[in-house]
């Protein structure tokens, strides 16, 4: 049985959550998080979720949610 471990050297998992806070669109699987901040910069009041493997980076805005 194959087990699915992510793509080496990809680290980073960026998404984009709904208002709700129900469901997300992954905006990019990247190694670096350089290719993402422009997307980011386009939609100043999305919410969005940065990870590194497992751990959470950042989530924007800031916050509880």
Do not use: Q
Not at 7 to 30: M, Q
Not at 42 to 54: D, V
């Amino acid at each position: 049985m194959h087990h699915f471990r992510g793509l080496p050297g990809f680290n980073f998992n960026v998404k984009e959550w709904d208002a709700e806070g129900l469901h997300y669109e992954t905006l990019a699987i990247c190694r670096s998080l350089e290719p993402v901040r422009a997307a980011i910069a386009e939609k100043p009041a999305a919410r969005f979720m940065i990870r590194n493997r497992t751990r959470v980076v950042k989530r924007l805005p800031a916050g509880d949610w």
